[in-house]
């Protein structure tokens, strides 16, 4: 069994360091996806590149479908996949767990596993604390695919681990997911994730404007289009995505002393 990350980051240099680092002892393997940044973000994933000597490869690309190609030549292998955003930082001591769940074959049978998050609205890093809404009962965002389930993964893709068509060897299905956030509390997950969407990722963001969800802006199907023409017909705003997906349910807070304890 061996586990590949793979980042995909434009205009992350607030938090994609932490990002890496944290996910790094999880994985065999980093792949890091710079999708034309004009932040530091390619600076970081440079430096960290040299400072691993190697596990982390750095890519630079001018379209995130790209990524995709990067991770499709493990189908078929004994891989696991897993995904990362520059605005998505881990529990590492969640992942040794996780990834001792994995080499014990608990989820040999299942395609894809997902994990807790907290949605943060607001980061008091000092101070030890985050506000923000909890998966469930948001969406669980987190990608962690079982390649070893697959006999490819044809694109074209808008990025990594979205859109295409899959090719399942006999015995898998789409429907083979693991929600583990539905089954074990935020405090004792092993797989769970401070996703700082609301939050600017760059000093390049405008202040006080939450950034789009890259699916929001490129993933076009027609059940989407017909939905945002039926609220321009009706002179009504369209939802927010990210309010709608990421912000379900009470404010809460939690204490974030393990997600900032790597050097």
């Known amino acids: 069994m061996k586990i590949v990350g793979i980042l995909l980051a434009k205009n992350e240099e607030l938090f994609v360091e932490r990002a890496v680092k944290n996910a790094l002892g999880f994985c065999d393997e980093f792949i890091a996806v710079d999708n034309g940044s004009t932040d530091r973000t390619a600076e970081i994933l440079k430096s960290l590149e040299v400072s691993t000597d190697g596990k982390l490869k750095y890519h630079r690309v001018n379209h995130p479908g790209v990524s995709h190609d990067l991770i499709a030549g493990f189908a078929g292998t004994g891989t696991w996949i897993f995904g ?25 049978k299942d395609w894809c596993v997902f994990g807790n998050v907290l949605n943060v609205r607001s980061l008091d890093i000092p101070g030890k604390l985050a506000e923000g809404y909890l998966a ?8 962690l695919y079982n390649f070893s ?31 583990l956030h539905e089954k074990e509390p935020w405090e004792t997950s092993c797989f769970r994730c401070l996703h700082m969407c609301f939050l600017p990722r760059s000093p390049l963001d405008r202040e006080g404007k939450v950034r789009a969800n890259i699916m929001d802006r490129h993933a076009w199907d027609l059940k989407k289009v017909l939905s945002k023409l039926s609220y321009i017909l009706r002179r009504q705003r369209p939802p927010d995505w990210k309010m709608e997906k990421y912000a379900r349910g009470p404010l809460v807070g939690k204490s974030i002393s393990c997600f900032f304890t790597t050097s």
């Open 149 to 179: 389930a697959i006999r490819a993964w044809h694109g074209p893709c808008l990025e990594r681990l979205h859109g295409g068509r899959i090719e399942f060897l006999e015995g898998f299905h789409e429907g083979l997911r693991v929600n």
């Open 84 to 108: 990362v955003d520059g605005d998505e930082i881990y529990d590492p001591a969640g992942l040794e767990r996780l990834r001792s769940r994995l080499e014990d074959g608990e989820f040999d």
């Open 136 to 143: 469930p009962p948001c969406r669980s965002m987190t990608k």
